[in-house]
C-alpha cells in the first residue's frame, strides 16, 4: 500500500542523489525501510565499496532506521549497530555512524561509498555532506536522503538543492506535504495541525516547508497562558523530578529549574525555581541548590536527575558542587547537561504546548515570563534572541532538565516512520 508520492520515488529514484524533503510523518522513511534500503543493498551485493548509514547519532539510526528494518524483516537479516559502528543489514556489513561531526564519520574517509542513506540529512555538519559527495565515486554509487525542512538560508538548501539545475546534479528531489500520506487518519492529522498552528514547526513538518522563524516563539503560551499556568500539582504523580542548573557564577544569575516528568512521558511540569541574583561565591551557590533540592524533595517527592551547563566555568562548578552534595549526604549526581540544538530543544516545547501536555506552576513567575516573551534572532536563523532584552537564562535552565527526554517525549511524532 503506497501513495502517489511513493510510487513515484520507485519510479523516478534512480540517480546518484535521491533526496526526499518534507513533512514528518508524510510517508518518507516508510518507503525506505519497506523498500528503498533492502534494495540498494541487495543489488549492490558483491561490488566494490562501502555500505553506509548515517543518522543524527547511532541512536537515532536505532530508533528510526534498525529498528523498523527489524520488525519488517527480522532479526537475521538486520542486526545491531557493533562494537566496530557496523550491522549486519540482508547479509552485509553496513556502516552505521553519527553526523553531527565530520569526526564521527572519519571511518569512512577515503573510501568509496557504493550506497548512503542518511537519515535526518538536514541536522547534520556541511563538512560530512561534502565528506560523503566525494565518496561516491563508483558508477553505480548511490545516495538517498530524508530530510524535515529547515530555514531558508540552511546549507542544504542554498549549497546545494537549490543548485542542483545549475549545476546539473545527477539528483531527483521530492517534496512532501504532511497531507501527501493518505494513509493518516484525519484525527490524527487535525491534531498535528493544531499542535504546531501558529509556529515555524507547522510550515516545517505539515506544509514541508524551508521557513525562517520570526516573532515570538512560544506563541501558543503567549496567546493562551491560562491554559498552561497551574495553582498547584495537587494529585499528580511525577515518574522522574529533574533539576536543570544554569550557571550564572560571580557575574550573573543562576538558575535552577526543577521538573515533573508523569508515567509513561505523558506530562511536563515546571513545579520549583530559584534565581541567584548579585554575586555570589560557589559555596553559597551549593549552599542554595542545597535548599533548592530539600524545597523540591519535602513538596514533590524524590529528585531522579540533575543536569548542569557546562560551558565555560560549568564543569569546574558541577564537580564542587557534586562535591558539596556528597559531603552533606545528599544522594543526588548532577551530570552534565545535554544541549542538543536550541531549534529542538524549542520544538519540544512546542510540541509539548500543543498537544496540552506541557504546564507550569504559578509560582514560577521567571519561566513564565520568558515564555511570554521568548523571539527568534532575526540575525541568526533558528536561536533565540540573546541581547539580555528576554530573559533566556530561565529557558536554559528549563530545558537543561527536559531535554535528556527528547526521545520519549517525542516518540509519537518523532519515533513514526
Known amino acids: 500500500m503506497l501513495t502517489n508520492k511513493q510510487k513515484d520515488f520507485i519510479n523516478n529514484a534512480n540517480h546518484r542523489f535521491n533526496i526526499k524533503v518534507g513533512a514528518t510523518r508524510s510517508g518518507k522513511t516508510y518507503l525506505d525501510i519497506m523498500y528503498t534500503i533492502p534494495q540498494r543493498i541487495r543489488e549492490r551485493s558483491g561490488k566494490e565499496g562501502l555500505y553506509v548509514i548515517l543518522g543524527v547519532s547511532k541512536g537515532t539510526i536505532e530508533r528510526n532506521v534498525l529498528e523498523p528494518l527489524r520488525e ?18 540482508f547479509g552485509e556489513q553496513v556502516y552505521c555512524l553519527g553526523a553531527e561531526k565530520v569526526n564521527q564519520v572519519s571511518k569512512i574517509r577515503g573510501a568509496s561509498i ?42 542544504l538548501k542554498k549549497n546545494f538543492l537549490d543548485t542542483i539545475e545549475e549545476k546539473d546534479i545527477d539528483a531527483y528531489v521530492q517534496y512532501y506535504t504532511l497531507f ?66 544554569d550557571y550564572g557564577a560571580t557575574e550573573g544569575e543562576t538558575e535552577f529549574k526543577a521538573t515533573g516528568i508523569t508515567p509513561y512521558f505523558k506530562q511536563v511540569w515546571t513545579i520549583d525555581e530559584e534565581k541567584l541574583t548579585g554575586l ?7 549552599e542554595k541548590f542545597a535548599e533548592f533540592y530539600r524545597r523540591v524533595v519535602n513538596t514533590y517527592g524524590k529528585v531522579t536527575h540533575a543536569y548542569g551547563d ?26 552534565d547537561c545535554i544541549k542538543g540544538r536550541i531549534v529542538d530543544r524549542i520544538e519540544l516545547d512546542c510540541h509539548l504546548f500543543g498537544q496540552m501536555r506541557r504546564f507550569i506552576l504559578k509560582k514560577c513567575k521567571y519561566l513564565i515570563e520568558a515564555y511570554s516573551q521568548a523571539l527568534w534572532d532575526d540575525k541568526h536563523e533558528d536561536e533565540r534572541l540573546d541581547d539580555g532584552t528576554t530573559p ?25 516512520y
Not at 123 to 147: F, G, I, M, Q
Not at 190 to 213: I, P, S
Open 392 to 416: 533566556i537564562d530561565d529557558l536554559d535552565a528549563s530545558e537543561y532538565s527536559m531535554f535528556p527526554f527528547y526521545d520519549k517525549l517525542m516518540t509519537d511524532i518523532k519515533g513514526g
Open 180 to 245: 501527501d500520506n493518505t494513509y493518516l487518519t484525519q484525527e490524527f492529522i487535525d491534531n498535528l495541525c493544531k499542535e504546531y498552528e501558529g509556529t515555524v514547526f507547522y510550515n516545517r513538518y505539515v506544509l514541508g516547508q524551508w521557513c525562517n522563524a520570526e516573532g515570538l516563539i512560544y506563541r501558543q503560551f503567549a496567546d493562551n497562558p491560562n491554559l498552561y499556568i497551574k495553582d498547584n500539582a495537587d494529585g499528580i504523580n511525577f515518574m522522574i523530578i529533574s533539576i536543570g542548573i
Open 72 to 89: 519488517r524483516f527480522g532479526n537475521n537479516l538486520v542486526g545491531t549497530i557493533s562494537s566496530n559502528n557496523t550491522a549486519n543489514l
Open 310 to 335: 557546562y560551558g565555560a566555568l560549568g564543569q569546574v562548578l558541577t564537580f564542587g558542587l557534586n562535591r558539596y552534595l556528597q559531603q552533606h549526604g545528599i544522594p543526588l549526581q548532577v551530570q
Open 114 to 155: 557504493k550506497y548512503c542513506y542518511c537519515d535526518e540529512l538536514a541536522e547534520y555538519n556541511e563538512e560530512v555532506w561534502e565528506l560523503l559527495k566525494s565518496r561516491l565515486d563508483k558508477p553505480y554509487s548511490c545516495l538517498d536522503a530524508t530530510l524535515n525542512p529547515e530555514n531558508q538560508s540552511h546549507w
Open 280 to 286: 555570589h561565591t560557589p559555596e553559597q551557590m551549593y
